[in-house]
Each structure stands twice: as structure tokens, then as C-alpha cells.
């Protein structure tokens, strides 16, 4: 694999296909784990874990496994990643898991993950795959991101737990509550499509 | 679709799946071999550091529970030989599911501090009650609380009233547990 | 486990608690099956007819199978596996015995594996340590709860089409706009006060 190659697949999963506001995959934990950056950013990298892992050892078994079973066996082996990193959160970043709550098991029922052991690395060799997954990961990561600053900023009046909206500002809870959830997401994504439309290419949409 | 049912292929299917299965079952058990001492060692330094700090006299040893029930535990607190009361750790319900409290209670029963050891609410509006500030009301009072807006005693966190009932409850609760556990009931 | 304690767990979870207004499980069929009110229909049902039995089964495997053997770190593992042959078990019993309702259901069913409520559903049964009867009943009325929502959403979106809207919004956003609404709506239950 080229580094050009590299860096256009990095592209791809980061900016033109970004899974949560472009291809719009994942929306569940998107909303509803973006109430603070820390749990944004902990959610994403932990899903761009299982990504790459997953995508890397799909794309291994990809023809030894019959594709009647094709389904079944990649959801075991997402659900086994997702538990490892689940066990490994707990071991060390216990306070992280704690918060994530019932989302960390629920990656294994992630859309993104799913679509791409599917549509990518079940026809691809190995290496592309697992960058694919590093691409994807880190784009969704990036949008959790965005939305995590939005959200925590407006309806907390913090960044990373640090107060950095004078206190003048009475934060508007409505933004971290599942409302402020929807009405993000929603407002993130006119924006990509307003974007999209003006520059008909689509670049840096999710630059915040 | 393509109706392949002859008994080899079902065959093949089936421990293809099962092998798929078994590899990724013998991993998990090899990570939870390496990672569950971890696991617990830090669940039990995080609990005898709450259960420290709702009883700041005591020597701090909580190992031996004189009461465990699954759910609550209470754990003698001493210091030097003499009796200060109990360290409980007690569940709570709140919002997100269930909090872990731990509460000191006096030999008079008089709670000593209130901590939260674990909780799962939502970020920004209940894990507000995860403050040191709001859980010192409780600090130097005894007898069955109430919220400001059921009755009187505690002030309810803006926005959270469900996790600030939820740990009133739980604190009653294990005042409760200490009464009975002083009177010899348990 | 007295009769009002179940009642409240079905009522937390058709409007306190609902799974894709509060708790954010379910959003993708959510968003993607709601543009015509029978399908809309027709998912919700096979939802909640779904999570039922998943409640019920992987109550089942976690209390005779995973807790026994002390194998509990295998819980997302087995759910996992133990609903994606339930919904192929059900879709193939439904195409052989009740062909009308295959007929209502049956595109929707394969749909549900990766319907996070469904997962979110027994995961949560366990973690709240919920008994049998109250597992299902958190099930059905999550269902049910999965159910009400969907209905509304769809009703809205069939109208929002003849709506003007920037053209920025076509689409999704208009959409997610619209169920931050439907959210702010729900948030009167949260008020509500159960035994």
C-alpha cells in the first residue's frame, strides 16, 4: 500500500463518507453519548478499536467462511472485540466504563461496525482493511467530537470538565438532555448537506 | 434462493460457526484471566477509599464485612480499638440505574458523610449530585430525610431531583440498616 | 413482585423511560422505517414481539447457563448470538405456520439483529437485576414504548413532507428536528410520579 493510498482512504472515512454525518450510521451512541467530550472521545476511540480489529480479522476469514454464515460469524467476532475492550476499559479506565454504561456492550450493535466488516473487509485484503477501520473510526470519532464540544459547552458551560463559559451564562440544560441530542445531530447534519450542496465536492465538513 | 440443504453443506456451516465461536470464547476467557484481578482490585481500592472518606477518624480497614446481604454491605469502623460507628455501602436508583453510596453512620446515629462510589447518571445534570458541597447536608443529622419539595431537610440539586431522591433514599436506607444492626436485629 | 411494581416498570418504559426518546436505543429503524405509517406499523410490532422473547430467552441463558458456569463475561457474546437465531428461528416459523402475518412482518424481521433496543433490552434486564416476569414485561413494554414513538414519528413525517423547510434540512435533519420536539414532549412524563 502506497502512503497516497493511505491518505486517500483516511479521506474517505474522515470527511467524504463520515460515518455519522454523512453515510448516517451509528445515531445511537452518537446522541446519546456525546453529553461530554471525555465520553465522546473515550466512545470513539473505543469503537475505532473494535473497528480496526474487526475489519483486520473479517477480512482474514473472509474466505474461509461460507456465505450463508457470513453474518453470524462476523457478529461473534465483533462481540468478542467489543468484550475485550469492554474487560480492558474496566481494568484500567474503570470511570470511563462507568459511564458509558450499557453503550459499551452495545457497540457490538453498532451499524457502522457491521456495514463495514459487510461492505469492506469482506472484499478486501487485510491491510486496507484494518486502515479502513482506523479511517472510519477516527471519522466518527471526530463527529462524536464535534458534537460532544457543542453539547457540553452549551448545556454544561464546560470543556472537559473545565469551566470555560464566564459565569454569566446560565448553561441550557436542554442541550445535554436527550432533546439537545436530536436537535444537535439534526443541526450538524444541515450543515454537512448545506456544505455539500454549496461546494458540490464536499470538504471539511466536519471541521468545528 | 439457492437450495443447498444437502447434509455436508449444513455440516460445514455448522462447525465453521462453531469454530468461529470456540476461537473468539477461548480469547475472551484468556482476557478475563489476565484482566480480572485488575478488575477487582481496583473496584475494592475504589470502595475502601469512598468508605474512607464518609469516615475520616477510622483506621482505614474495611475488609471483613459484619454484614453483606449481596447488595449492602457494613463494615465495622474502629479507630485504635474504639468503636466509631459503621461504613456502609448501600445501592441507590436514580435516573441512569443504580448508584452505589457509601455512607458513614455514628454510634449515634448520626450520619458522618455521604459519598457516591459509582453512578450512571447523565452527565452535567445528575452526576451534579456527585459533589462534595451538596453531600455535606447530610454531614451531622440523623433521623428519616426528605427533599425541600417533599417535605423539608434537604435541598434537591436543579435538574436532578431524581438522583437527588435517589441518594436521600439510599442514605435513609442506611441509617436504617445501622439502627438495626445496633439494635442487634441483624 | 406485586402487581403495581410491574405496572410501573411497563409504564416507566413506555413513557419515562422510552427507549428511543430518552434512552436512545433504536434510532437507526427509527429513522429509517418511519416514512409511511404501516410500515412504521408493522416494524413496531415485529419489535416488540422480538424483544418479548429476547427478554425471555436470554434471561433464560443468563441464570441457566452464564451465572452457573461463572461465565458472565461472556454475557454481550451469547445475547448477541442468542437473538440473531431467535429472529432467524421466528422468521422461519412465521413463513411456514402463519403466512399472513410472515407476510405483514417478515422484512422487517432481519432488520432487528442489529436493533440496538433489542440488545439494550437484555442487557439492561440484567444489570437492573430484573426477575423473569419482569424482564418480559420490561421487553414488551419497551416494545410497546419503541411502538408509540414510531407511530407518532410517522404521522409527523407524512405531513412534514407538504411542509416548507430550508433546504438544508431535506431529509434526516428535518427529521431529527422534528423528534427533538417529539423528545421535548415525552420529557412531561419524566415528572411522573409512580407509586
Known sequence: ?208 | MNDVTSKTYILRLTVTLFLVTAVVALLLSFVNAVTKDTIAEKARQKLSAALCEVMPEADDEFSDPIYDDGSCQVYKATSGGRDLGWCIKYPAFGYGGELTLAVGVSESLEVTGVAIVEHSETAGMGSKADNPDWLSQFVGRSGAFTLKGDGDHIDAVTGATVTSRAVTAGVNGALELAAQIKGGEK | MSITGLISIALSAILIENFILVKFLGICPFLGVSKKMDTAVGMGLAVIFVMGLASLFTWLVNHFLLVPLHLEYMQTLAYILVIASLVQFVEMFLQKSIPTLYRALGIYLPLITTNCAVLGVAVLNTTKGYNLLESVVYGVSGGIGFLVAIVLFASIRERIQFSEHPKAFEGFPIALVSSALLAMAFMGFSGLKIW
Open chain 1, 1 to 208: 500500500m502506497t502512503f497516497k493510498k493511505f491518505l486517500g482512504q483516511m479521506k474517505n472515512g474522515i470527511i467524504t463518507e463520515n460515518p455519522s454525518l454523512v453515510l448516517l450510521l451509528g445515531m445511537c451512541a452518537t446522541m446519546a453519548v456525546s453529553t461530554s467530550l471525555k465520553n465522546g472521545l473515550g466512545m470513539g476511540l473505543a469503537t475505532t478499536a473494535v473497528l480496526i480489529c474487526s475489519n483486520t480479522v473479517v477480512s482474514l476469514i473472509r474466505k474461509l467462511i461460507p456465505s450463508k454464515i457470513r453474518i453470524a460469524s462476523f457478529v461473534v467476532v465483533i462481540a468478542g472485540f467489543v468484550t475485550i475492550v469492554e474487560m480492558l476499559l474496566d481494568a484500567f479506565i474503570p470511570t470511563l466504563s462507568n459511564a458509558l454504561g450499557v453503550f459499551l456492550p452495545l457497540i457490538v450493535v453498532n451499524c457502522i461496525i457491521l456495514a463495514r466488516a459487510e461492505s469492506f473487509a469482506s472484499k478486501n485484503p487485510p491491510l486496507s482493511s484494518a486502515v479502513d477501520g482506523l479511517s472510519m473510526g477516527l471519522g466518527f470519532t471526530c463527529s462524536l467530537c464535534a458534537m460532544s464540544i457543542i453539547r457540553e459547552i452549551l448545556g454544561n458551560g464546560t470543556l472537559w470538565g473545565v469551566r470555560v463559559v464566564p459565569s454569566v451564562y446560565e448553561p441550557a440544560l436542554l442541550v445535554i438532555m436527550p432533546v439537545g441530542g436530536f436537535l444537535t445531530l439534526g443541526f450538524l447534519i444541515a450543515l454537512v448537506q448545506h456544505i455539500k450542496s454549496k461546494h458540490s465536492g464536499g470538504k471539511e465538513e466536519d471541521e468545528q
